[in-house]
């Protein structure tokens, strides 16, 4: 029952504005700067946020709240207390597992030191795979994730209507070569518990831990 306004990324400021929002929240990560200028010179209430990292993701979750008229939030507030506690882990260098995170299958797309998803991978006390890669959303070939040989596989389940998480499982567990498939730690992640920059990254953190 709710109404469509337009891909996020290419949404008509006209459109939202016939809406007559009472706010308007946009991302810095994802919406267009240019989307967010005519909306305000409209006269509508727009609040941009930031949730590229994950102390921004908790700031941006409290102005949100804020704003809303419920600042003191007890999700918001678990949010904050559960990346607090999980903090300390992530407070040196980690030399744990080296962990490669799926987020697409076709093309093949991970995540560099550039996304909130390392940073959990490494408050959790992994490596990323593919940490130090020159681009924030890298795409190697299958052949170059084999050659670094992963201790752990997640691979996120970007819908509940698609096999390709289970399809990607399948798979990298060909490669019985492979350290994780050894030791049978190649997981799928549930929908939106590491690609979603909110709330559900309570269970994303207890999940990676």
């Given at each position: 029952?709710?109404?469509?306004?337009?891909?996020?990324?290419?949404?008509?400021?006209?459109?939202?504005?016939?809406?007559?929002?009472?706010?308007?929240?946009?991302?810095?990560?994802?919406?267009?700067?240019?989307?967010?200028?005519?909306?305000?010179?409209?006269?509508?209430?727009?609040?941009?946020?930031?949730?590229?990292?994950?102390?921004?993701?908790?700031?941006?979750?409290?102005?949100?709240?804020?704003?809303?008229?419920?600042?003191?939030?007890?999700?918001?507030?678990?949010?904050?207390?559960?990346?607090?506690?999980?903090?300390?882990?992530?407070?040196?260098?980690?030399?744990?597992?080296?962990?490669?995170?799926?987020?697409?299958?076709?093309?093949?797309?991970?995540?560099?030191?550039?996304?909130?998803?390392?940073?959990?991978?490494?408050?959790?006390?992994?490596?990323?795979?593919?940490?130090?890669?020159?681009?924030?959303?890298?795409?190697?070939?299958?052949?170059?994730?084999?050659?670094?040989?992963?201790?752990?596989?997640?691979?996120?389940?970007?819908?509940d209507t698609s096999r390709e998480a289970e399809n990607a499982r399948d798979f990298w567990l060909r490669f019985k070569q492979l350290k994780a498939v050894k030791a049978g730690r190649v997981h799928i992640m549930p929908v939106d518990w590491l690609t979603k920059p909110g709330l559900n990254l309570m269970q994303g953190i207890r999940e990676l831990r």
């Amino acid at each position: 029952k709710v109404a469509r306004l337009g891909p996020y990324n290419s949404m008509s400021a006209e459109v939202v504005y016939a809406s007559k929002p009472d706010l308007v929240l946009a991302s810095m990560d994802g919406n267009d700067p240019r989307l967010v200028t005519q909306l305000e010179a409209l006269g509508l209430r727009v609040l941009t946020v930031n949730s590229q990292s994950l102390k921004q993701i908790v700031h941006s979750m409290e102005v949100v709240a804020a704003a809303l008229g419920d600042p003191d939030n007890a999700r918001v507030s678990e949010l904050r207390k559960t990346v607090r506690s999980t903090s300390p882990v992530g407070a040196r260098e980690p030399k744990g597992p080296t962990v490669f995170v799926q987020i697409g299958w076709e093309p093949l797309v991970t995540v560099s030191r550039e996304t909130y998803i390392d940073e959990l991978v490494r408050l959790a006390g992994g490596r990323g795979a593919f940490s130090e890669a020159p681009t924030k959303y890298p795409r190697p070939n299958p052949e170059e994730v084999i050659a670094l040989n992963p201790d752990v596989i997640v691979i996120c389940k970007l819908t509940d209507t698609s096999r390709e998480a289970e399809n990607a499982r399948d798979f990298w567990l060909r490669f019985k070569q492979l350290k994780a498939v050894k030791a049978g730690r190649v997981h799928i992640m549930p929908v939106d518990w590491l690609t979603k920059p909110g709330l559900n990254l309570m269970q994303g953190i207890r999940e990676l831990r």
